[in-house]
T-cell receptor, first 116, second 111 residues
Framework: EPEVTQTPSHQVTQMGQEVILRCVPI?????FYWYRQILGQKVEFLVS????????KSEIFDDQFSVERPDGSNFTLKIRSTKLEDSAMYFC??????????????FGEGSRLTVL | KQEVTQIPAALSVPEGENLVLNCSFT??????LQWFRQDPGKGLTSLLL?????REQTSGRLNASLDKSSGRSTLYIAASQPGDSATYLC??????????FGTGTRLKVLA
């Protein structure tokens, strides 16, 4: 069964360092997302990506964040200068269109980011 | 702005009970509603997807219903088992093309 894969599963970094989280969405999906979940809190939308550009971003997704689809398979989230409050689980998700694929959202297992 | 609320926040039941989890949303103009399961420290597993034209979906012991006009969905779990213990999340997608999540219901099924 196709799945969304994320690497690394856990990353520990020092405050101020750059972090790149990687995702391989399901191959025939067109819409890609990053969500964040701080421990014990709700799943929060960060950014959506379609047709090689950002469709929408939340107020959390400030200038320190960026996303990229460098090739036909990877989708990355970069945090330029990490802060303590960036510590969270970051989830990548993808979906197909409503017409062709029902629009069901599939998640990866997440990347746990710990900023010290 | 779409808001999704789940009640109860936590639930503890003895094994074998049938139970109902509730999800409500403020904007009824949705395309889909999806129920997920999340185990501690893990990702989100899709359980059921209900498209806007549908009223319910079933998978095994799970049944989800959708009432768009009232902004409500329920997830019914029959004959609960300890392995059902997890957090259950509902999410809706509408005109902004992003899924918005509720706060979840933490379920514990006691053996």
């Amino acid at each position: 069964e196709p799945e969304v894969t994320q690497t690394p599963s856990h990353q520990v970094t020092q405050m101020g360092q750059e972090v790149i989280l990687r995702c391989v969405p399901i191959s025939n999906h067109l819409y890609f997302y990053w969500y964040r979940q701080i421990l014990g809190q709700k799943v929060e939308f960060l950014v959506s990506f379609y047709n090689n550009e950002i469709s929408e971003k939340s107020e959390i997704f400030d200038d320190q964040f960026s996303v990229e689809r460098p090739d036909g398979s990877n989708f990355t989230l970069k945090i330029r200068s990490t802060k303590l409050e960036d510590s969270a689980m970051y989830f990548c998700a993808s979906r197909g269109t409503f017409l062709a694929n029902t629009g069901e959202l599939f998640f990866g297992e997440g990347s746990r980011l710990t900023v010290l | 702005k779409q808001e999704v609320t789940q009640i109860p926040a936590a639930l503890s039941v003895p094994e074998g009970e049938n139970l109902v989890l509730n999800c409500s949303f403020t904007d009824s103009a949705i395309y889909n509603l999806q129920w997920f399961r999340q185990d501690p420290g893990k990702g989100l597993t899709s359980l059921l997807l209900i498209q806007s034209s549908q009223r319910e979906q079933t998978s095994g012991r799970l049944n989800a219903s959708l009432d768009k006009s009232s902004g409500r969905s329920t997830l019914y779990i029959a004959a609960s088992q300890p392995g059902d213990s997890a957090t259950y999340l509902c999410a809706v997608i509408g005109g902004t093309y992003k899924y918005i999540f509720g706060t979840g219901t933490r379920l514990k099924v006691l053996a």
